[in-house]
Nanobody
Framework: EVQLVESGGGVVQAGGSLRLSCAAS????????IGWFRQAPGKEREGVSW????????RYVDSVKGRFTISNDNAKNTVYLQMNNLKPEDTAVYYC?????????????????????WGQGTQVTVSS
């Protein structure tokens, strides 16, 4: 069974940076998509960034383009989300998720409904 463990969250001032890590284990197949999602209190979960293992394609929600970068380290079985120039509206619990298959990233829903495996989440708080 796929297991995902997030880390790297914390409290940071606006304009600061954090790097989230998603350590993955238990993958049977090499083709999968990884997504980073976030959920703020009282709001629906939204997709932030996606990565496809089949071609290295990436995707970002408009609100984080130019500030967040998703990357994959195969040797460490870890996917990272580098978050720069953080804003108070980025405050949320961040989750990584995985699903097997060769997905077209632009077609994936912001809700993450296609994803089968989820981590426990890590809190990111950005103070103004």
């Amino acid at each position: 069974e796929v297991q995902l463990v997030e880390s790297g969250g914390g409290v940071v001032q606006a304009g600061g940076s954090l790097r989230l890590s998603c350590a993955a284990s238990g993958f049977i197949y090499d083709t999968y998509a990884i997504g980073w999602f976030r959920q703020a209190p009282g709001k629906e979960r939204e997709g932030v960034s996606w990565f496809s293992s089949s071609d290295g394609d990436t995707r970002y929600v408009d609100s984080v383009k130019g500030r967040f970068t998703i990357s994959n380290d195969n040797a460490k079985n870890t996917v990272y989300l580098q978050m720069n120039n953080l804003k108070p509206e980025d405050t949320a619990v961040y989750y990584c998720a995985a699903v097997y298959g060769d997905w077209s990233l632009p077609s994936m829903r912001s809700s993450g409904s296609e994803f089968d495996y989820w981590g426990q989440g890590t809190q990111v708080t950005v103070s103004s």
